[in-house]
C-alpha cells in the first residue's frame, strides 16, 4: 500500500457507519503507535451537524471506543485531494464519489471493507459494511465486528 497519513471514512449520512468506523480507526491506530489523520464524512448533507446515531454511540462505547466531538458533514470537494485514503461502506457510496471526484484521485476511493484478506474476517462474501439505520439494533453489533477487524488489516497493511 502506497504511504497513507490521512483516511476518510464515508457513509450516507455520516452518523452511523462512517463515524463508527472513525472511532475504530483512531483506536486502533494510536494503540499501534501509528499517527493518522482520521475523519468520516457522508455522501449527503442529510444529517449534517448532528452527533452520531446513538445507537452506534451506545455500542461503540460497550467496546471502549470514543465518539467525542464528532458531528456529520457531507463530504467536500477538498476532501478528494487531501485524504491518502477514501473508504466508502458500500458501492452505493462508492458511485456517489466516483461521480464528484476529480479523475486524478478516483484510485483513492475504496470499499471500508476492500482491503480484506480473503479468508479473514470479513470474508470475501461480505463486500460492504450494512447499515444498521433502520435495523432492530442488533446490526450496530455486526458493523462493530466488520470494522474493528477491518481497521486492524488496514493498520497492518498501512505499516507494511
Same mark, same amino acid.
Given at each position: 500500500?502506497?504511504?497513507?497519513?490521512?483516511?476518510?471514512?464515508?457513509?450516507? %449520512?455520516?452518523?452511523? +457507519?462512517?463515524?463508527? !468506523?472513525? =472511532?475504530?480507526?483512531?483506536?486502533?491506530?494510536?494503540?499501534? $503507535? /501509528?499517527? /493518522?489523520?482520521?475523519? &468520516?464524512?457522508?455522501? /449527503?448533507?442529510?444529517?449534517? $451537524? @448532528?452527533?452520531?446515531?446513538?445507537?452506534?454511540?451506545?455500542?461503540? @462505547?460497550?467496546?471502549?471506543? *470514543?465518539?467525542?466531538?464528532?458531528? !456529520?458533514?457531507?463530504?467536500?470537494?477538498?476532501?478528494? !485531494?487531501?485524504?491518502?485514503?477514501?473508504? =466508502?461502506?458500500?458501492?452505493?457510496?462508492?458511485?456517489? /464519489?466516483? *461521480?464528484?471526484?476529480?479523475?486524478?484521485?478516483?484510485?483513492?476511493?475504496?470499499?471500508?471493507?476492500?482491503?480484506?484478506?480473503? %479468508?479473514?474476517?470479513? &470474508?470475501?462474501?461480505?463486500? @460492504?459494511?450494512?447499515?444498521?439505520?433502520?435495523?432492530?439494533?442488533? %446490526?450496530?453489533? +455486526?458493523?462493530?465486528?466488520?470494522?474493528?477487524?477491518?481497521?486492524?488489516?488496514?493498520? +497492518?497493511?498501512?505499516?507494511?
Amino acid at each position: 500500500m502506497k504511504q497513507v497519513s490521512s483516511v476518510l471514512f464515508v457513509c450516507m %449520512g455520516n452518523i452511523c +457507519r462512517s463515524p463508527t !468506523a472513525e =472511532a475504530v480507526l483512531r483506536m486502533k491506530a494510536k494503540q499501534s $503507535g /501509528l499517527e /493518522l489523520e482520521i475523519d &468520516s464524512a457522508g455522501t /449527503l448533507a442529510y444529517h449534517q $451537524g @448532528e452527533s452520531p446515531d446513538p445507537r452506534s454511540v451506545a455500542a461503540g @462505547e460497550r467496546r471502549g471506543f *470514543s465518539f467525542k466531538g464528532m458531528k !456529520a458533514r457531507q463530504v467536500i470537494d477538498e476532501d478528494f !485531494a487531501h485524504f491518502d485514503l477514501i473508504l =466508502a461502506a458500500d458501492v452505493q457510496n462508492i458511485r456517489e /464519489l466516483q *461521480s464528484r471526484c476529480p479523475e486524478q484521485y478516483l484510485d483513492k476511493i475504496k470499499l471500508m471493507l476492500s482491503h480484506c484478506e480473503e %479468508g479473514e474476517e470479513p &470474508s470475501a462474501q461480505v463486500l @460492504e459494511v450494512p447499515d444498521p439505520y433502520y435495523g432492530k439494533g442488533d %446490526g450496530f453489533e +455486526r458493523v462493530l465486528d466488520l470494522l474493528e477487524s477491518s481497521c486492524e488489516q488496514l493498520i +497492518r497493511q498501512i505499516k507494511c
